[in-house]
C-alpha cells in the first residue's frame, strides 16, 4: 500500500496474533452462521476463523482495488467466502438487506480509523448518516455494522476508544446502548498494535449483541475491562492488576450525553451524575482569536521563550499593556501590539511573552480574512481563567486580564466575578482533573468538556479563605515567578473536603 493509499484508506491490519485470537473468541461462533467483515484488508480474520471452521460462510468487503485482487486470488478456490470490491458504508446492495432487518450472525472487523473523504463524498455521508459524526470513519462502519446484523447476531470491533466519552459521537453512544447488550469492552494503549502510529493514545475492543427491545438492553450490564501490562493478557482477565468496572446500559444511558464513565470511581461519577450545577452554568466557556497567519502578526518578547524560533521579536515600546473591551476594534496610532495568553500548562499565570499585531487595520483583516478566526470577540482584555484545550498529565488554569487569548485556550468567564480567584484555585487541584478525566479521559480539553464539570461553591469562609490564598499565589508568582505551595495545599484540601475526593 502507497503513503498516498494510506491516507485514504487508513487501513492499518491486524498482525497481533494475542488481539486476532481473543477478537475471534469473543465472536463466540459455532460454524453455522454467516459473517461479515466490512472491510477485509489482507484477510487476517478470514484466516483465522477458517483455521477453526472450514465450511463456514463469508462475506467480506474491501475497497482497496489492490487489497481486493489479493483477496479474490487467496479465496478463489473457497465456494464458501464472497469477496466484494465496493465501499461498504454507501454500499446499495447492503443498505437493501439492512432494511430488512440485517442479514448476518455475526461481523468482525478493524475498520479504517479517519479515512479521508473527498468534499462530495462528506456531504452524502452526512446525508445517509444524519446526526452521526461523519468525519471519523470508524464509528459509521460500527454503526452499519450492527444495522447489518440480525437480531441476535454479534459484532466484535477494535477501535479507539473515544466513542466512549467524545462529544461528537453522542447520537453513536445513543444508538448503541438503546440497540445493542454490550457484552464487554477491553481498553489498552494503541501501542499494543505492532508497528503502526495510529495518532489515539487507546484503542478498544468492543463485542456487542443486536436487540431491538429497549428494556431488555437497558437492563443489560456490561464490563468495561481495563489495566493490561501486555497484549497477552487479553486472554487472562483474571490476572489481580486487571480492573473490571460493571456498568448498567440504563445508567450510562442517563449520563449527560451517554458517556461512559469508566474510573471505578463512585463518588466521581456520582457528582457527575447527579450536578447540580455545572462550569456551563456558571460561566461562559468559549474558545479565542487566531490571527490567520501567526508567522506575520505574532511576536515574541525574546528568543529565549519556548517555541519561538519562527517568530520575530517585538518593539516592547510599541505594546498596549492596560488593554480594554474599548480596543476589541483596533489600538490607536502610537500602540501596535496587545498581549496574547498562548497554550502551555501553566498554573495560576502566565508572563506577557507573547503579543500581537492589533492596529485597526490589522483587526480588519482578521475579520474579513478566510483563515483567521475573530471569535467570541466580547470576551477579548476580559478578566477570566484561560484554560489549555490540551494538557498533559493535569489540567491547569492561569488567570486573563487585559490581554488577548488564542484558539488553543478555552476561556472560562465566570458570570459572578466573586467566584474567579476561587474557579482559578479549582481548575489548578486535583480535583478538577479527576473530575475532567472521567468526563473525557483524553487529553482534549475543549469547551464542550469543561462544561460538564460539576461545580460546588463552598462556604462563604471557606471561599474567602480559597480566594485571600489565591490572591497570594498570583502576587508571588508576579513578583518572583514562584510562590509558596502552602496556599495551593491548603485550597487543594479544602476543595478535597468539598467534593469528597
Known amino acids: 500500500m502507497t503513503i498516498t493509499e494510506n491516507k485514504i484508506y487508513q487501513a492499518y491490519y491486524t498482525k497481533s496474533e494475542p488481539i486476532t485470537d481473543y477478537m475471534i473468541q469473543l465472536l463466540n461462533l459455532k460454524g453455522t452462521e454467516t459473517v461479515f467483515e466490512p472491510c477485509a484488508g489482507n484477510g487476517i480474520f478470514i484466516d483465522h476463523i477458517l483455521n477453526q471452521f472450514n465450511d463456514i460462510k463469508i462475506e467480506a468487503f474491501e475497497l482497496n482495488h489492490d487489497s481486493f485482487q489479493i483477496l479474490s486470488n487467496k479465496y478463489a478456490t473457497h465456494q464458501n ?8 458504508l454507501v454500499d446499495i446492495d447492503l443498505e437493501l438487506f439492512c432494511s430488512m432487518g440485517g442479514k448476518y450472525d455475526a461481523v468482525i472487523a478493524n475498520p479504517p480509523y479517519g479515512a479521508w473523504r473527498t468534499v462530495s463524498e462528506r456531504k452524502k455521508l452526512k446525508k445517509i448518516y444524519h446526526g452521526f459524526y461523519t468525519k471519523e470513519s470508524y ?11 440480525k437480531e441476535g447476531g454479534r459484532l466484535v470491533f477494535i477501535i479507539p476508544d473515544t466513542y466512549l466519552n467524545l462529544h461528537r459521537h453522542k447520537e453513536l453512544r445513543k444508538y448503541i446502548l438503546t440497540k445493542t447488550k454490550i457484552k464487554e469492552i477491553a481498553l489498552f494503549p494503541s501501542s499494543y498494535f505492532p508497528n503502526v502510529n495510529f ?4 484503542l478498544s475492543i468492543i463485542a456487542l449483541e443486536k436487540c431491538t427491545d429497549s428494556k431488555s438492553c437497558a437492563e443489560n450490564e456490561l464490563k468495561v475491562i481495563k489495566g493490561y501490562q501486555s497484549v497477552g493478557e487479553l486472554n487472562h482477565k483474571d490476572l489481580k492488576h486487571i480492573k473490571k468496572i460493571v456498568l448498567k446500559q440504563s445508567d450510562v444511558l442517563a449520563n449527560q450525553d451517554h458517556a461512559f464513565l469508566t474510573t471505578g470511581n463512585t463518588k466521581i461519577h456520582l457528582q457527575i451524575q447527579n450536578a447540580i450545577q455545572t462550569i456551563g452554568d456558571l460561566c461562559d466557556c468559549i474558545t479565542g482569536f487566531y490571527s490567520g497567519n501567526d508567522k506575520e502578526f505574532l511576536k515574541v518578547r525574546h528568543k529565549k521563550i519556548r517555541n519561538s524560533k519562527r517568530y520575530e521579536t517585538v518593539d516592547l515600546t510599541k505594546i498596549e499593556f492596560e488593554c480594554n473591551s474599548d480596543m476589541t476594534n483596533g489600538l490607536n496610532q502610537d500602540k501596535e501590539f496587545v498581549p496574547i495568553v498562548k497554550g502551555g500548562n501553566k498554573k495560576y499565570y502566565k508572563p506577557d511573552n507573547w503579543f500581537m499585531k492589533w492596529t485597526k487595520k490589522d483587526v480588519e483583516f482578521y475579520k474579513k480574512n478566510k483563515k483567521a478566526r475573530f471569535q467570541n470577540s466580547s470576551f477579548y482584555f476580559r478578566k477570566g481563567i484561560a484554560v489549555p484545550m490540551v494538557s498533559s498529565t493535569s489540567i491547569t488554569g492561569a488567570l486573563i486580564e487585559n490581554r488577548l487569548f488564542d484558539q488553543s485556550i478555552v476561556g472560562v468567564f465566570p458570570k459572578d466575578k466573586t467566584l474567579i480567584y476561587f474557579l482559578l484555585c479549582f481548575f489548578n487541584s486535583p480535583t478538577c482533573n479527576q473530575l475532567i478525566r472521567t468526563i473525557n479521559p483524553s487529553t482534549n480539553n475543549s469547551s464542550n468538556y469543561i462544561k460538564k464539570i460539576p461545580i460546588l461553591i463552598p462556604p462563604k469562609n ?15 508568582i508576579q513578583m518572583s515567578g514562584q510562590y509558596n505551595l502552602e496556599y495551593e495545599n491548603e485550597n487543594n484540601k479544602l476543595i478535597t473536603d468539598l467534593y469528597g475526593f
Open 81 to 88: 467466502i464472497k469477496i466484494k470490491q465496493t465501499d461498504t
Open 139 to 149: 464509528s459509521l462502519f460500527l454503526y452499519k455494522s450492527i444495522v447489518a446484523l
Open 199 to 202: 495518532g489515539y493514545a487507546n
Open 462 to 476: 471557606e471561599l474567602n479563605k480559597i480566594n485571600k490564598n489565591s490572591v497570594k499565589i498570583l502576587q508571588e
